[in-house]
């Protein structure tokens, strides 16, 4: 069984900055994609950004693209979401999970087997 752990959610306004990170107590971590997704109230789960197992390929969905960065720390099972110019839109609880073993940038989130808890990020305006 694969535990994720979220941290690093909480209140920011609007332009400021958060950096989640997420880590895994499997110590095959370096061989998973890695995928963020967030949730609002009364929408449905959809993905923000993916990193490729060894890091060198990442994919953002056009709403956080050039604001929010992904990487992945593999020798600490972490994975980081760096989140710039927050929006009130960003307003979400956030969830990591892992995607496939040596994927390539997965995105699609029925391949996406282990989730954490999440973690709720509020931006105020």
């Known amino acids: 069984q694969v535990q994720l752990v979220e941290s690093g959610g909480g209140l920011v306004q609007a332009g400021g900055s958060l950096r989640l990170s997420c880590t895994a107590s499997?110590?095959?971590?370096?061989?998973?994609?890695m995928g963020w997704f967030r949730q609002a109230p009364g929408k449905e789960r959809a993905l923000v950004s993916t990193?490729?197992?060894?890091?060198?390929?990442?994919y953002y969905a056009d709403s956080v693209k050039g604001r929010f960065s992904i990487s992945r720390d593999n020798a600490k099972n972490t994975v980081y979401l760096q989140m710039n110019s927050l929006k009130p839109e960003d307003t979400a609880v956030y969830y990591c999970?892992?995607?496939?073993?040596?994927?390539?940038?997965?995105?699609?989130?029925?391949?996406?087997?282990?989730w954490g808890q999440g973690t709720q990020v509020t931006v105020s305006s």
């Open positions: 999970a892992r995607g496939p073993r040596f994927g390539k940038v997965t995105t699609t989130p029925a391949l996406y087997d282990y």
């Open positions: 499997d110590r095959t971590f370096s061989n998973y994609d």
């Open positions: 990193i490729s197992w060894s890091g060198s390929s990442t």
